[in-house]
């Protein structure tokens, strides 16, 4: 409980201040993204993940009904799913086949 309480107040003001990321950073990304947000996202609007959507080149949007920001815990079936699809999309061969 103590590490909890502690990491809660290392990361509070990370987590309240916006992204440092500019529109050219996010369209220079050229690594296949996958952007995951629940539709009830209390602290990330899915309109701000949408708009991260279009500017990476390749990126995919995964948008979880029902689930809010911290939809792994709400939905871990459904983020296991997403996830690993898109692993399993983008897993390149030990040999970069």
């Given amino acids: 409980e103590a590490w909890w309480r502690e990491y809660h107040c290392n990361m509070a003001g990370t987590w309240a201040a916006a992204l440092p990321y500019t ?3 996010l ?3 050229a690594t296949p993204t996958l952007l995951l947000v629940g539709d009830r996202d209390e602290f990330v609007p899915v309109e701000e993940v ?3 959507y ?3 080149p390749e990126a995919q ?3 979880v009904p029902g689930a809010s920001h911290g939809f792994f815990l709400d939905r871990p079936a459904a983020f296991t799913s997403v996830v690993l699809d898109f692993l399993a999309r983008h897993e390149q061969s030990p ?3």
Wanted: aromatic share 0%; proline share 0%; no cysteine.
């Fill in 23 to 25: 529109d050219a950073d």
């Fill in 27 to 29: 369209r220079g990304v």
């Fill in 95 to 97: 040999h970069g086949d």
């Fill in 50 to 52: 949408l708009a991260m």
């Fill in 61 to 63: 949007l995964a948008v």
């Fill in 54 to 56: 279009r500017m990476i």
